[in-house]
């Protein structure tokens, strides 16, 4: 069964920063599309950012723009999020996903993508 794997979540104060990443060693990694989504307590799953197979584009909620970034390293079957001048509100757990689309308005819906991960938590204090 395929699964990615996140790690790098923990408690870190307002205004710090957390680098995600995410292992798939099961996948042919870069044949993929990978997103990160994350869901609070009592919401929806929420699309963070998502970037294409190749690297070549990537896409934010705007409510992370410009405070964090995804990037691959295919060579390394591993997808990352830092995440910088986090606030409160970021706090969620934050999962990894695969084999979506990464394109136009359709990223971050979270029913398209067929592998995800079991979840790191970010917690971000006041």
């Known amino acids: 069964q395929v699964q990615p794997v996140e790690s790098g979540g923990g408690l870190v104060q307002a205004g710090g920063s957390l680098r995600l990443s995410c292992t798939a060693s099961?996948?042919?990694?870069?044949?993929?599309?990978m997103a990160w989504f994350r869901q609070a307590p009592g919401k929806e799953r929420e699309g963070v950012s998502c970037i294409h197979w190749s690297g070549r584009s990537t896409y934010y909620a705007d409510s992370v723009r410009g405070r964090f970034t995804i990037a691959r390293d295919n060579a390394k079957n591993t997808l990352y999020l830092q995440m910088n001048s986090l606030k409160p509100e970021d706090t969620a757990m934050y999962y990894c996903?695969?084999?979506?689309?990464?394109?136009?308005?359709?990223?971050?819906?979270?029913?398209?993508?067929?592998?995800w991960g079991q979840g790191t938590q970010v917690t971000v204090s006041s």
């Open positions: 996903a695969a084999g979506g689309p990464c394109s136009g308005g359709k990223w971050s819906l979270p029913g398209p993508y067929p592998y």
């Open positions: 099961e996948l042919t990694f870069d044949d993929y599309n």
